[in-house]
């Protein structure tokens, strides 16, 4: 199209009163608003594509409120054939808390004892656990930072917590499994009380790597939510003149209605939009005003495009983005804690076991020092044996009854303690308050060690930890709020574009006289009006550019450096996390070929400890031995198969731990992320033993 073409809006005709033509004579004019100049043509061009470009990306980005799903809220029920509009003023709630245990808690009760399988442990643990449940929560959390900034709002913030269960009895911090069961010399091990250690104690863990504050630099959003206003107002007013010529009266009086109905909304180009719908009505007693009362109406829309600060989708959506990430963070988050629990009830069952066979070796011991005991002062009563023997056996026995108490109180300490993880109201229920727990899954030692390359390790935990992945996506975070406050530093240049039909419409005022003449096109009321604006016999255009332009623009430059700062830290905290993650792989690595070998070496320090005392019992018996060493190698024994005992826990742990080094605790143990999210484990509870069957002492290894 050449430039020399004239771009006319045409009116459509309005009927006009000619100047000095008789009363009642009308003719047509087309009124004519002149863009032939290039520079406004444009100009025009920009703002009518703006308008529709953005409605096309918000459009197809959805950034309606019925496109964001809330998980874990519900949605308000639809009564009427306006609930659709009364929607979004109806609060949806989130889910009550259930404090009520899974059926697979009480499956497992049976005649005073808790079977408790590892398998069942960890799934009880998915769909009771507090901690777990407490984790659900923070999807509504996330989902509902989407809804926010997708209405326009800046986020909230999703909190970065992740709960750690406690260390337990037989965890680092507490007493240490292999200590003498009994000794030559009568010294016992005096149980400390549990509630002034750490071992009930949970704690917490956060794998954020940013700041949690809400980085509110940049560019304000648009208002993507529309919102209509309205008022209504209804005025009298009186006026004492001083001059009777204005006015033609000496006290003006007016009565006012006035009505205004409008709509804004943004969009994600930065385009804002303010629509608006006036009306005003008065009657008023002034003999100056041509028509009254009158009707005085106009219909406009303002469309107003950001060109530099402001402008673009990349920037407007920002928020929008960071939210969705932070909807993938939560998924991580809920995986990491899975794992931080599910690994905790590991390491604590497998405590819970160690305890239990540390029992079942004091009683042995305890049984042991019995025997010498009734042998000695078998031997007392023959005059085979001096009466200071027997005091010696006796208080061997206390030492081992000493012992067997205290192993007793950790292991009850600790079964109480994974009873309450295990249930939502923890031992509220005396039936679970009172039972017993009997582990069914023993703690089993592969025949070999694990021959897979430390590398190979790495790069899975590099793969699958969700820590590292977390970090990734808090990174990008950063990089995404970075852009608008890149967008902040440049100055604000705005193109705004106002369109408006006006009307008019009022009686033929009797007091006028002659003096004003009245255009019959005029004549009417709010229809009248109404007409006009629809007719377009009244237009109004305006387009402009407003330019605010700092002169130093100090504020936006130091935001910058800060965030850029800021985010140079978090890529230096997320290699920091790498070379973590490496650490503790590599570290779990060397700490189970440890575990294996001590184990390895604890079983043959058993078996030699046994074949010792073995030997010595049949020197005794032949009288070449005394009833001091016996007592010694009874020691001896009883340490080494303590000694067993815990390396035999110590090794399932340093599993454990390369398991939740490497991210593999879920796929290890045939736990689908799916089942933690729903808490709902499919699987079965291990069927119960039989009742007649008791628990048993694993086997030492041959």
Request: hydrophobic share 45%; glycine share 12%; no cysteine.
């Given at each position: 199209m050449s430039e020399n073409i004239s771009y006319r809006l045409l009116t459509r005709a309005a009927q006009q009163r000619r100047v000095g033509a008789e009363p009642g004579t009308v003719h047509t004019v087309n009124r004519e608003f002149d863009l032939s100049n290039v520079h406004i043509r444009r100009i025009a061009v920009v703002l009518i594509f703006s308008l529709n470009a953005s409605s096309v990306i918000d459009a197809q980005s959805s950034t309606t409120v019925s496109d964001v799903t809330i998980r874990g809220v519900s949605n308000a029920p639809e009564h009427h054939w306006y609930s659709g509009f009364t929607l979004p003023y109806i609060p949806r709630h989130v889910r009550n808390a259930a404090f009520d245990d899974s059926p697979r808690l009480a499956s497992?009760?049976?005649?005073?004892?808790?079977?408790?399988?590892?398998?069942?442990?960890?799934?009880?643990?998915?769909e009771n656990n507090l901690d777990v449940e407490w984790q659900r929560y923070a999807y509504p959390t996330a989902d509902s930072d989407v809804l926010r900034a997708k209405g326009g709002g800046t986020l909230r913030g999703l909190p970065l917590t992740v709960n750690v269960l406690p260390t337990g009895i037989g965890g680092p911090q507490s007493p240490l499994l292999n200590l003498p069961a009994s000794g030559s010399t009568p010294v016992t091990n005096i149980a400390p009380n549990l509630l002034q250690t750490a071992a009930i104690v949970p704690g917490t863990i956060t794998p954020a790597i940013t700041n949690q504050e809400v980085n509110a630099a940049g560019p304000l959003l648009p208002q993507y939510d529309p919102a209509i206003s309205g008022s209504v107002l209804a005025q009298h007013q009186s006026t004492p003149e001083s001059n009777q010529a204005v006015a033609g009266t000496s006290v003006l009086t007016n009565n006012t209605t006035s009505g205004s109905i409008g709509l804004t909304q943004g969009f994600s180009t930065g385009t804002f939009i303010n629509a608006g719908f006036n009306s005003l009505t008065q009657d008023t007693n002034s003999s100056r005003n041509t028509y009254n009362p009158f009707v005085s109406s106009n219909l406009g829309i303002t469309v107003t495009q950001p060109l530099l600060r402001g402008f673009g989708p990349s920037v407007n959506r920002r928020w929008i983005r960071v939210a969705q990430n932070n909807e993938k963070v939560t998924d991580l988050l809920f995986r990491q804690q899975a794992i931080e629990t599910i690994s905790g009830m590991i390491r604590l069952y497998y405590d819970m076991v160690s305890l239990l066979d540390d029992v079942e070796v004091k009683r042995q011991t305890l049984a042991t020092a019995q025997r010498l005991y009734e042998d000695n002062r078998s031997k007392v009563e023959q005059g085979t044996l001096a009466p200071i023997e027997l005091v010696r056996a006796q208080a061997q026995v206390a030492a081992a009854q000493q012992d067997l108490a205290n192993s007793d109180g950790y292991s009850r300490q600790q079964e109480l303690l994974v009873k309450t993880l295990l249930s939502r109201r923890g031992t509220t229920d005396p039936a679970l308050r009172e039972a017993r727990v009997v582990p069914t899954t023993p703690i089993d030692i592969p025949v070999t060690g694990d021959t897979t390359p430390p590398q190979q390790?790495?790069?899975?935990?590099?793969?699958?930890?969700p820590e590292l992945q977390e970090a990734g996506l808090q990174v990008e975070n950063a990089?995404?709020?970075?852009?608008?406050?890149?967008?902040?530093?440049?100055?604000?240049?705005?193109?705004?574009?106002?369109?408006?039909n006006s009307g008019l419409g009022g009686q033929s005022n009797p007091l006028a006289g002659v003096t004003n003449p009245v255009d019959?096109?005029?004549?009417?009321?709010?229809?009248g009006s109404l007409e006009q604006i629809l007719r377009r016999n009244y237009p109004s255009y305006a387009i402009g550019i407003n330019l605010t332009l700092p002169l130093r623009n100090r504020i936006a430059e130091a935001d910058y450096i800060r965030d850029e700062t800021q985010l140079r830290q978090y890529q230096i905290r997320t290699q920091q996390l790498q070379n973590q993650i490496r650490l503790e792989v590599e570290s779990a690595i060397i700490a189970l070929n440890q575990a294996r070998a001590a184990y390895e070496a604890a079983?043959?320090?058993?078996k030699l400890q046994e074949q010792s005392l073995e030997i010595e019992n049949e020197k005794f018996a032949n009288g070449l031995s005394t009833n001091f060493l016996i007592l010694q190698y009874q020691s001896y024994v009883a340490q080494a198969r303590s000694t067993e005992v815990a390396a035999r826990g110590a090794y399932a742990k340093a599993m454990t731990t390369l398991e939740k080094a490497t991210g593999r605790t879920l796929e290890n143990h045939n736990i689908s992320f799916e089942e933690v999210q729903s808490g709902q484990v499919k699987r079965p509870a291990t069927p119960l033993p039989p009742a007649t069957a008791p628990r048993t002492l694993a086997a030492p290894k041959p």
């Open positions: 497992l009760l049976r005649g005073g004892k808790l079977y408790l399988s590892l398998d069942d442990a960890i799934a009880l643990a998915i390790y790495v790069d899975t935990a590099y793969r699958l930890r990089q995404i709020g970075m852009k608008g406050t890149r967008n902040a530093m440049l100055p604000e240049l705005d193109l705004v574009g106002t369109a408006q019959p096109a005029l004549l009417g009321g709010f229809g079983v043959e320090a058993r």
